[in-house]
């Protein structure tokens, strides 16, 4: 194909794609408005875009495996500790000690931080610490949340 017919192919081609596309944006934009993305409750970031899902996973588990020592709902717990209750507190209405409790949440943590680990949401590496920390005496949560001053 000589020069001057591949431009003229190309030209021809072009406007025809411009027409239909001014066709279609202008029936489009007439009928209905372009959707604007929004965050709602249900969606999480994708993971190459979230630094700390992992960390939120676990502090997620964290929480539903408190709550479900403690008998009450992840959203009721949450409540509470905004509300400034801790979870000794919590605990010691329930007539828990810290190592009954703790004993309680190592043994409904672990399936949860299994879960996230059969899944690629955290390593069994994190799991691992997670679960260590809590058996070395740190409860997450028992003295309350410590916000950032």
């Known amino acids: 194909m000589n020069p001057f017919a591949a431009v003229a192919v190309k030209a ?32 999480t970031t994708p993971p190459s875009t979230d630094r700390h899902a992992d960390r939120r996973a676990i502090r997620r588990a964290v929480i539903e495996a ?13 409540k509470d500790l905004r509300a400034g209750q801790k979870v000794s507190d919590l605990a010691r209405d329930k007539g828990m000690t810290k190592e009954q409790f703790e004993t309680k949440l190592v043994a409904s943590l672990k399936p949860r931080l299994q879960t996230l680990v059969e899944h690629k949401v955290i390593t069994q590496a994190q799991a691992d610490k997670a679960l260590d920390r809590i058996s070395k005496g740190y409860v997450p949560f028992w003295d309350g949340i410590h916000r950032k001053k």
């Not at 408190?66 to 949450?78: C, F, H, I, K, S």
């Open 12 to 43: 021809v081609g072009a406007a025809g794609v411009a027409a239909l596309l001014s066709v279609g944006a202008v029936s489009v934009s007439a009928a209905t408005p372009t959707p604007k993305p929004t965050a709602t409750a249900g969606t």
């Open 66 to 78: 408190e709550a479900d020592v403690l008998g009450t709902t992840p959203q009721t717990l949450v």
